[in-house]
């Protein structure tokens, strides 16, 4: 298993996805993330909220991370309140759910996804200000400012959006999170 999902980045990241969503989410929302990868922020959502969603569903590209997932959040999988897909974030349904969540907007070539939400859903959105595009970044969709970054995903009603800084020493970049109703 990759633990890069795990990392200091990702993990801050999340909680503070978690700190500023879950007050925006109805009681028993149903949620959809993007580009889920394992899932870490689907089991955090879940821990976090333990009754707080009626169903939260990944969905990932790769086989081998929704197996993980699937794993990871065996308990509430089992429990029916969460289940990761292997799917394509821009051929997936999104029609029926209260949030749509993309995390991983950076790795995805266009807005297709973005595109394909149905008006008037609430939505999460986190990117970054780092171009690279070699490993273990792999950015193909980059967005170098939060204004670049708020004008490829026009929101109509914007209740969130912020720069939330990763530093390590001399080294860091900007995490990026827009929230809003498209």
């Not at 503070?16 to 089991?43: H, M, Q, Y």
């Not at 821990?47 to 065996?74: F, H, M, Q, W």
């Not at 008006?119 to 070699?134: E, F």
Request: proline share 4%; with cysteine.
């Amino acid at each position: 298993m990759n633990f890069d999902s795990f990392s200091h980045g990702q993990v801050k990241s999340k909680i503070w996805l978690c700190e500023n969503l879950e007050r925006l989410l109805p009681d028993n929302a149903k949620v959809l993330i993007l580009g889920s990868w394992v899932n870490v922020l689907g089991f955090m959502m879940l821990t976090r909220r333990p009754n707080g969603y009626n169903y939260v569903k990944g969905v990932d590209k790769d086989e081998g991370a929704v197996d993980i997932a699937n794993k990871l959040c065996s308990y509430w999988y089992i429990e029916g309140t969460e289940r990761t897909v292997l799917d394509d974030a821009n051929t997936t349904d999104s029609r029926g759910f209260d949030a749509v969540i993309n995390c991983s907007s950076e790795h995805m070539k266009d807005t297709t996804w973005f595109d394909n939400i149905p008006d008037g859903t609430l939505v999460c959105i986190q990117s970054s200000n780092i171009t690279d595009t070699t490993e273990p970044w792999f950015v193909v969709n980059p967005s170098p400012t939060i204004d670049s970054f708020k004008e490829k995903y026009p929101l109509r009603d914007i209740k969130f959006c912020d720069t939330l800084p990763i530093r390590y020493g001399d080294w860091g970049y900007d995490r990026y999170m827009i929230i809003g109703i498209k």
